[in-house]
């Protein structure tokens, strides 16, 4: 094993306390627990299981691959687990960086006081110890990355499965209200739920409502005509909704054609559909 790393392998199993004592206050002191996200018997409980890991892979020698060799295996799991929870708790990068980077001091400072007379040694192995934990740092901080793009990606697939309930509105008449900008992949969502619908409820007839959709283009257009077809596969006819008159002369100048039945308000549609399928509404006299 390198002399530098020998030194800091022995800083952690013999100094260990002191380290973990000084690393948990500088941790609090910059806001680790992230206002009482963590709680302080977690926050050093992850702090001396990641000492223990380093001080095993130390022990165990660093080779060309850094921490990326499988000595650091336990240590690198356990930035997993801290980074993926940070990024579900809506840490900030800054706040969970501050995990390993902050162990630095405490190191250092362990490291002069073993040295006091001797700066070149304070030098060497401080510069080894630095990289080593900017190298920790920076895994963390990829961890973190990666886990914060993956609960964006979930929240926008919830967000989706939100924006696009589809409604029964009579028996064999369902009502999908559209709301948003539709591209590829809400297209996706929206058909996989209107089809699921169309197949539970035995649906007759599906209205698209577009009334919030802020414009239609040609693109916006072949997505609801590939919803619309897929739904015809299904058995089930469609009507459309919602056009608004800016909305109208937008479809007209692009020339962009639906080729489906349209109506301009939500009440016009399920009258439509209420007439396709034999049935009529009557107003029930009063009793007096």
């Not at 900017?134 to 919830?158: A, H, I, K, P």
């Amino acid at each position: 094993m390198d002399g530098g790393l020998a030194i800091l392998a022995r800083l952690v199993e013999t100094k260990g306390d002191a380290l973990l004592t000084r690393w948990r206050e500088l941790l609090l002191e910059a806001g680790a627990s992230g206002g009482g996200r963590i709680k302080d018997a977690e926050l050093q409980k992850q702090c001396r299981e990641f000492l223990q890991a380093l001080g095993t892979a130390l022990n165990a020698g660093v080779d060309a691959r850094g921490v990326a060799g499988p000595e650091f295996a336990s240590a690198r799991a356990l930035l997993d687990e801290v980074s993926r929870s940070r990024a579900a708790q809506g840490f900030s990068p800054r706040e969970t960086a501050t995990f390993v980077f902050s162990l630095k001091g405490p190191l250092f400072e362990q490291l002069r006081d073993q040295f006091a007379d001797d700066a070149v040694t304070v030098s060497n192995v401080g510069w080894e110890m630095s990289q080593l934990i900017d190298q920790l740092g920076l895994y963390t901080m990829e961890v973190f990355q990666r886990s914060r793009e993956e609960v964006v990606r979930r929240q926008q697939e919830e967000i989706a499965e939100l924006s696009t309930p589809v409604v029964k509105l009579w028996n064999g008449i369902l009502a999908l209200p559209l709301i948003g900008t539709l591209d590829s992949a809400r297209t996706q969502v929206v058909m996989e739920n209107l089809l699921q619908a169309i197949v539970d409820q035995s649906a007759e007839l599906a209205i698209i409502d577009i009334t919030g959709v802020p414009t239609v283009d040609t693109l916006v257009a072949q997505h609801l005509l590939k919803t619309i077809a897929a739904a015809r596969l299904m058995g089930a006819d469609c009507i459309i909704s919602g056009i608004r008159p800016q909305i109208a002369q937008t479809m007209v100048h692009l020339g962009v054609e639906l080729d489906v039945v349209s109506k301009a308000t939500l009440a016009d549609a399920l009258a439509l559909a209420f007439q396709r399928t034999g049935r009529t509404v009557v107003r029930k006299a009063a009793k007096g």
